[in-house]
């Protein structure tokens, strides 16, 4: 992780640099291609040992080597939101709708009260909607 951290400050360094004295241009590009490269032999490295886990890795060396600063700091963002969306991620599928129905559902009596009020609105005549064949036989 320190080393997506440096990559990422180096990057914003080397675009303020750019900003602030723009003849420096050939100098920044050099500079960010040999930031990309110490990133995909990092990556290799991690490749070769067996500890790339995630891809948060390789969505980094790739953006920040497209992108430069924005990537990087686009792929820091991303990886902070995966892994709080993992961290509150529910274990199933039913666990999920469970969350969205409330629990609605799960009382006999509240369903059928639901029921019984469903069946009520449906037979009030006061009601606007009218079939087809009656709205053509009465007007």
Request: glycine letters at 8%; a positive charge.
């Amino acid at each position: 992780m320190a080393i997506v951290l440096v990559a990422s400050a180096v990057e914003i360094g080397l675009a303020w640099m750019v900003v602030l004295n723009p003849s420096a241009v050939g100098t920044g590009l050099l500079a960010h291609v040999a930031v990309a490269a110490t990133l995909v032999l990092w990556l290799t490295r991690l490749r070769r040992a067996g500890r790339l886990a995630a891809r948060g890795e390789l969505l980094f060396v790739l953006s920040t080597a497209a992108l430069g600063p924005v990537g990087a700091c686009g792929a820091l963002c991303s990886n902070a939101l995966r892994r709080s969306f993992a961290k509150n991620a529910h274990s199933s599928p039913k666990a999920w709708h469970a969350t969205l129905a409330n629990g609605a559902d799960a009382d006999p009596a509240h369903k059928l009260r639901r029921n019984i009020a469903y069946e009520a609105g449906a037979a009030d005549d006061r009601s606007g909607v009218a079939p087809f064949a009656d709205v053509m036989a009465h007007g």
